[in-house]
T-cell receptor
């Protein structure tokens, strides 16, 4: 009963490096989401996907890319990491649209130095 | 930009009391309302959700909607120190997005 699994849990990057945050879910949910959470700022939607092969931008997509080749996986790619991308990143999934509850992974804490 | 507003707190209540958490939303078209609990350093955990057709009670938790005034409330009866956390209100927008408030910090004192 894993739910939404994110890896890694922690990572430190240098400015300009790239990395991929992994997210996989085993609930057969069609919809998946990436959020970032900064202290005191709430959750901001980066990208979301309504099914394999379909992705769309959220509120704060700049500096990030996503892909959705399977129902289970929704990786988030950071190109040319910047200090402003220091944050906690959460992946979530839901059965269908925003009328359904979203279930969150444990998060990835990312620091860019 | 659809707004969801919450008082950041901290809201302090004594153990055994009722904690009342509120959030207001701006989109009159919203139909689904969610409450998440987030402990420090952890991910949001779904507590309850309601739709625009009614309130819901689940154990010590009650979620209520006032559509006319556009606010949602979460009542926690018999509050326990383990309820101390940040509570996030989320409201749907047409399509696929949830709009989250910044959260209210709740402190239950023994």
């Amino acid at each position: 009963n894993a739910g939404v699994t994110q890896t890694p849990k922690f990572r430190i990057l240098k400015i300009g490096q790239s990395m991929t945050l992994q997210c996989t879910q085993d609930m057969n949910h069609n919809y998946m989401y990436w959020y970032r959470q900064d202290p005191g700022m709430g959750l901001k939607l980066i990208y979301y996907s309504v099914g394999a092969g379909i992705t769309d931008k959220g509120e704060v997509p700049n500096g990030y890319n996503v892909s959705r080749s399977t129902t289970e996986d929704f990786p988030l790619r950071l190109e040319l990491a910047a200090p402003s991308q220091t944050s906690v990143y959460f992946c979530a999934s839901s059965k269908k649209d925003s009328n359904q509850p979203q279930h969150f992974g444990d998060g990835t804490r990312l620091s860019i130095l | 930009q659809k707004e969801v507003e919450q008082n950041s707190g901290p809201l302090s209540v004594p153990e055994g009391a009722i904690a009342s958490l509120n959030c207001t939303y701006s989109d009159r078209g919203s139909q689904s309302f969610f409450w998440y609990r987030q402990y420090s350093g952890k991910s949001p955990e779904l507590i309850m959700f309601i739709y625009s057709n009614g309130d819901k009670e689940d154990g010590r938790f009650t979620a209520q909607l006032n559509k006319a005034s556009q606010y949602v409330s979460l009542l926690i009866r018999d509050s326990q120190p383990s309820d101390s956390a940040t509570y996030l209100c989320a409201v749907n927008s047409p399509g696929y997005a949830l709009n989250f408030g910044k959260g209210t910090s709740l402190l239950v004192t023994p």
